[in-house]
């Protein structure tokens, strides 16, 4: 699977300039965990709920018992620019999934802005990540026999999914074919592994 199979887009974004409440509000709303941060088209960083909560909290007065107030930013109108983290760590719509996980957990970060140039045109996050490994055997091998069917036609594959891996066989002899329908159902979200064979039978394709 590439990055443009599973990214969200349009992506919700923010601008630098924005306050911090604004920000917060949007990932409320969406129920998102962050928000690319872009200026005039162009994606300046990125801003998570701990960019946005830290220092946010003032300390409960009523148990300080006359302690000095330390805190300094949580009564403040901060901007996003502030706060968040630049340059973003960005990939383009081709990268593979397993790179765009690997640099997500690489870099301890919940969300990949994906780009075109400087421009933002999606998003994967963990949460994504975790719903397509999560995805029913079922619903994964009714996707790949509908796309196997379009690219070779009916009553020729035999597919079956466990735990995400596929098994196709193939009742035409061609190993190009076969190579075929091994890549279109790894872009299937939810496969981890694809694997093919000839039925035997002596058939060759038409």
């Known amino acids: 699977m590439r990055a443009c199979d599973l990214m969200t887009a349009p992506v919700i974004t923010v601008r630098s300039d924005a306050p911090v409440k604004d920000a917060l509000k949007l990932l ?5 965990t962050a928000l690319p941060v872009v200026d005039d088209t162009v994606l300046v960083g990125i801003v998570t709920e701990a960019d946005l909560i830290q220092d946010r909290i003032p300390r409960d007065t009523r148990y300080r018992q006359g302690e000095p107030d330390t805190d300094q930013h949580h009564a403040a109108q901060v901007s996003v620019g502030s706060v968040m983290t630049s340059p973003a760590v960005a990939m ?3 990268a593979d999934l397993t790179d765009v996980c690997q640099a997500l957990l690489g870099a301890h970060i919940r969300a990949m802005p994906i780009v075109e140039g400087a421009r933002v045109v999606g998003i994967v996050t963990r949460g994504d990540i975790v719903r ?10 009714a996707d790949i026999r509908h796309r196997l069917e379009i690219y070779g036609g009916p009553n020729r594959w035999t597919v079956e999914v466990e735990d ?29 592994d694809a694997r093919t064979r000839f039925t035997g039978n002596g058939r060759s394709a038409r």
């Open 132 to 141: 397509v490994l999560a995805r029913d055997d079922t619903a994964i091998a």
């Open 28 to 32: 409320t709303a969406n129920s998102f």
């Open 164 to 192: 995400g891996v596929v098994r196709i066989v193939d009742a035409f002899d061609s190993s190009t074919d076969r190579h075929v329908a091994s890549m279109l159902a790894q872009a299937v979200p939810g496969v981890v």
């Open 92 to 94: 383009t719509p081709g």
